[in-house]
């Protein structure tokens, strides 16, 4: 049983009558359906509906939420949500622990159950605090082979919406619930069916060229790479124009090392056979 600590981590106690509708009304993720013991992924989305802060957020206890967030994130995601909070019966507490620990295959029994993982078939557990034993790249590999990506290493924050990140296929987005800040826009993809980047697990027969390496099919780039580990790797690609390079027979570089992608199974996608035409000016 792997079990690792992740540094660099940060988390905000959000509590009192009005925490659920409050954070309801302003977050992608749905709350009402989130039970005791599941961790779920979820944003605070710009009007544009791009991610400005991505989290993990989990009950604890009666009227009360625990958000997990990358440290450098969290001063101004606590800073954004005072701005909405105005007379909301909320109390926003940051803590001081800076770090937290996953574990699969026999999770931890006091820990929540990763949603995002689950999605794809694998029993991952997280919690606030250290204590894991194993090494935190096992961590990275775990993601590349779920798909599973996450801001800082294979995206950058006000860079991408909801659908590029999967937000929409593990619990982290929901389109039966009110209005939020950026939901017209993310549910207008949805209904259109516009979302071409998505992220896709990378694979080579050799090491991969470092992250922010660029992805080109014929000149043409079709995505960068994100999380690396060894051969294998994970990036947010541009699915018709893979899709396009596929049925052509057109190898996609990452510098001289060709690669191959595929959508995680899970989800269900395929790359199209077409690129999709660029809208009208």
């Known amino acids: 049983m792997p ?6 981590r940060a988390f905000l106690h959000l509590s009192g009558k009005d925490a659920e509708p409050f ?19 979820g944003a605070l989305l710009t009007p544009q509906g791009k991610i400005l802060f991505d989290f993990l957020i989990r ?23 005072t701005m909405y909070k105005l007379r909301a019966a909320v109390e926003i507490a940051a803590l001081d622990e800076t770090e937290a620990t996953v574990a699969w295959d026999a999770p931890e029994a006091n820990a929540a159950r990763d949603a995002r993982f689950a999605r794809a078939g694998h029993a991952v557990s ?11 790249a096992l961590y990275d590999r775990l993601r590349i082979a779920a ?4 801001s800082g290493a294979d995206y950058a924050l006000s860079d ?6 999967l937000l929409d296929l593990s619990a982290g987005l929901s389109f039966r619930k009110g209005c939020y800040v950026g939901q017209e826009v993310v549910s207008r993809m949805q209904h259109r069916g516009t979302a071409r ?6 694979q080579a027969g050799c090491d991969l060229p470092s992250s922010g390496t660029e992805l080109v099919a014929a000149g043409k780039p079709v995505g960068t790479l994100g999380t690396v580990a060894g051969s294998g790797g994970l990036a947010i690609v541009r699915i018709d124009r893979v899709g396009a390079a596929l049925a052509s027979g057109t190898p996609i570089l990452a510098d001289d090392v060709a690669v191959t992608l595929s959508l995680p199974a899970w989800t269900g996608l395929a790359f199209p056979a077409e690129e999709a035409e660029a809208p009208a000016s």
Do not use: C, M, N, Y
Not at 126 to 136: H, L, M, Q, S, V
Not at 147 to 150: H, S
Not at 160 to 165: E, G, K, T, Y
């Open 197 to 202: 980047r998505r992220p896709a697990i990378v």
């Open 23 to 41: 954070l309801q009304a302003l977050i992608t993720t749905d709350l009402p359906s989130l039970p005791e013991g599941e961790l779920r992924p």
């Open 160 to 165: 991408a919406f909801p659908h590029d990140v």
């Open 126 to 136: 997280r919690r606030i605090g250290g204590g894991g034993t194993d090494a935190p």
């Open 59 to 81: 009950r604890d206890g009666a009227d009360a939420f625990l958000i997990e967030t990358a440290a450098g994130q969290r001063d101004a995601l606590a800073k954004r949500l």
């Open 147 to 150: 798909g599973i990506v996450e």
């Open 3 to 8: 079990v690792v600590t992740l540094s660099g």
